[in-house]
């Protein structure tokens, strides 16, 4: 934080891979090469660091914001949903 102001906010972000709950049936089970997609998967990931693997899937920040910075944040910020309770 580098402005010279007492009151400050805190900014919590959270953002994390969405997904769609599949529904597999036995049907689907019996089509696919469950094995073979998996070693795909696991050859996709080889030598990848394990840092910017978990990015993929969920990143965390905690921003220190003065008023002005904080202002800043908030109409820099996207129009989105209602907050979850």
Request: proline share 5%.
């Amino acid at each position: 934080m580098t402005c010279a102001e007492d009151v400050r906010y805190v900014a919590d972000v959270t953002v994390f891979a969405a997904y769609d709950v599949m529904e597999l049936t036995s049907e689907d089970l019996s089509k696919r090469d469950i094995r073979a997609e998996i070693e795909r998967t696991l050859e996709a990931l080889k030598g990848r660091d394990e840092k910017e693997l978990e990015e993929e899937i969920i990143a965390r920040r905690r921003l220190d914001l003065c008023p002005s910075c904080r202002r800043k944040f908030l109409t820099s910020m996207p129009e989105g949903g209602p907050a979850p309770a």
